[in-house]
């Protein structure tokens, strides 16, 4: 089960950097409340599509994207 979830999150990854949202270790959720928070209309689509995953929970993409705080910090850097 744990490879399983890692290789979701490693998935995830490589569609947040096929969108260009960032880093290539932040998830397509983080990565789509970024957009989000850019003012990107792409980014609102896909935050209410990953929120609205059966897995996921409504406030999934920001609680991912502050759990990518230091990440994010990383990708502002370079």
Do not use: F
């Amino acid at each position: 089960m744990r490879r399983l979830i890692e290789l979701a999150s490693l998935l995830s990854c490589l569609l947040n950097v096929l969108i260009g949202t960032g880093d290539r270790e932040v998830t397509l959720s983080a990565g789509s409340w970024e957009l989000r928070r850019r003012g990107s209309r792409w980014g609102r689509i896909l935050v209410a599509l990953v929120d609205r995953l059966p897995w996921n929970h409504q406030g999934h993409c920001e609680q991912a994207w502050y759990q990518h705080a230091v990440l994010w910090a990383k990708v502002t850097a370079d």
